[in-house]
């Protein structure tokens, strides 16, 4: 076996820089990286029953046979698991590791666990140093980067948390072998985001490679995250806490959350609902800010070759629909805010959608 | 950091830069000073029930008449209510109240409801807007200023937490006439330290005017609350998140919080166990740093003139006393570090203090 040298991608954040390194083969090499990225004290791996036997424990091992001493802490499989009560729980056995400021949190799993770990990190002795082991698609390309992190309350998702930005991601690529397909499917809706907010070209790369990237061939799957993780990257780097040009990431959220919420998180992935916020996005930006009816085609045949649903159900209905967007954290005095396309590759924050626009739209996309 | 005016003090700390107001009847003008800071969206006032009623319901009163919304939340009076599970309780009434991105969280009340309502909104939709309204001197000098929050666990105090600055510090020393005479005693023992690592002339100052201080004299009370608040504003300045010389601050607290913890945190003051731990570690400081005793001598005259405790309780026995150094989250790996003073007004940071020296002066102390 040859060593290849993993994709490196630098987040620029001053002296919160970070390095996200992406390929095949990264776990068995971690004790390494850490050291590198001068991280070689004690530390705590935080993941989920499913991970935990998967990837977490043998990741124990190799760390703990080149000296670097971890506890490991799972919680139940499933976003139920992102509340304040587990936050609690896993902060309350920290003391027992005998952790100092030096020490690591290294989460490893996919979205849930990262943004549950994040914010144990961010809070344990006012903060400690996070490694990001995203091991599902969704988690490479966008939760485990930016610094983000923080649980549920029963009144709305990521009502707590801080910003917390990782010292170090290691995104290897092996593990989403072990991924379902249909988890798979869902993290590429993500995926598509990217291009169609700021990338013109990536976003014509996928609708000739999405289907290697689905069979996880290893130069395109690397591709994908790499590219992914340097746009997320970009747009962080320049807009650390969403005052600004962060808020394109939201591309297809508010409708997505709004159906997540309606749907009470269950039967619904997040990358399904962002596919078909996607696809109603596209046609209020056609409406709202001239994005092309041809654009807006692509986008939502990229989406359907994905796998991903490109119609809402009928169980989403106006007012309801509208009034879950209202409460979303990101509303601002009940104002909704829309991200729209001028065109492919390029994205814009309005506030001009109007219900009736909305209305109208949900309805299209019941046709 | 700047005194634009005698009671305003500018902590300069880039685009998270505030000020702190000291003088008397700010609490009666809180809508106009919040207001010039940009707060004037819906709010809540986090208290205890001892404030609640002296201070946070007047002035969500106050507010009210002019145009402010706030809720207001109590939590029981006392160190126990600095805890995870009044953290999370407090975030779970969030929710209810319509805040959002841009409301406020005001913290009216000592250190306990400063360090609490600042975890809170540290946390609260990743970071509201922190207003510090500190009514006793130790939050004043001390506990408002400076961006750490936290809340304790079993297993050790302010093991949770986040940095998070204020947005504004209104420090009302009207305030301080509804303290209890012990606990403006004991505040003096931060405002001495001040003086002690940072400002000889200060030092003197105290020597001179501590009577008239602690008779909370207007001109006297304003000085000694504005000096601190300055000295604290320039050391957290040149170093936010205590990699270097904001450990200065730590002065007598090695020793102070070693004694709070074998007393379980019961029937001594914070400020109590740091005028004692001062006393020992100006005798370490002779030893160690060169400090003339003559210096320290004064020191220890200054306390005692404070009606401080400047001698050690016979239940603070080695080696529990050095244990719990070792325990305390600022060791490192085991070292316990003590701030010393070369002269009074000038201090460093050491960690060549051993257990011997340590021994020795605990027993001269008890002397």
Redesign the interface.
């Known amino acids: 076996m040859t060593t290849v040298e993993p994709n490196r991608v630098r987040v620029s954040l001053g002296e919160r820089s970070y390095d996200i390194l992406i390929g095949s083969g990264l776990l068995t090499r971690a004790a390494a990286h850490l050291k590198q990225a001068g991280l070689s004290?004690r530390g705590v791996i935080i993941t989920d029953a499913t991970v935990e036997s998967l990837y977490a424990a043998p990741l124990q091992a190799a760390l703990h046979a080149h000296g670097i001493t971890t506890g490991l802490l799972a919680v139940p499989a499933g976003e139920s698991s992102k509340s304040?009560?587990q936050a609690?729980r896993l902060?309350?056995q920290?003391?027992?590791l005998g952790l100092?400021?030096?020490s690591f949190v290294m989460a490893v799993g996919g979205g849930m666990v990262g943004d549950l770990a994040g914010?144990v990190a961010?809070?344990?002795?006012?903060?400690l140093a996070l490694v990001q082991v995203p091991t599902t698609l969704l988690a490479q390309v966008d939760s485990s980067v930016g610094g983000?992190t923080?649980v549920n309350?029963?009144?709305?998702k990521?009502?707590?948390?801080?910003?917390h930005q990782p010292r170090l991601v290691l995104a290897d690529t092996d593990t989403l072998r072990s991924l379902p397909e249909r988890e798979l499917r869902a993290g590429f809706a993500e995926v598509i985001k990217y291009g169609a907010i700021y990338d013109a070209d990536f976003f014509a790369w996928l609708e000739r490679e999405t289907a290697a990237a689905l069979r996880l061939e290893p130069a395109a799957i690397t591709r994908v995250v790499r590219r992914c993780c340097e746009i997320k990257g970009a747009v962080v780097s320049q807009d650390e806490?969403e005052s600004g040009l962060r808020g394109i990431l939201n591309f297809g959220h508010t409708i997505g959350h709004a159906m997540e919420a309606l749907a009470d998180y269950t039967g619904l992935l997040h990358g399904e609902a962002v596919a078909m916020g996607m696809c109603a996005a596209a046609k209020l930006s056609v409406k709202r800010a001239g994005l092309p009816a041809g654009e807006a085609g692509r986008l939502e045949r990229l989406i359907a070759a994905s796998g991903l649903p490109t119609r809402l159900g009928q169980k989403y209905e106006m007012p309801a629909l509208f009034e879950a967007m209202r409460l979303d954290?990101k509303?601002?005095?009940g104002q909704v805010r829309f991200v729209l396309l001028k065109r492919l590759g390029e994205a814009l924050i309005s506030d001009a959608v109007t219900e009736a626009d909305v209305q109208e739209v949900v309805h299209e996309c019941r046709g």
């Open positions: 004290r304040l009560r609690h902060l309350e920290l003391p027992a100092d400021r030096k914010f961010g809070t344990y002795l006012r903060g983000k923080g309350l029963p009144q709305g990521n009502l707590v948390g801080v910003f806490r954290k509303a601002q005095a």
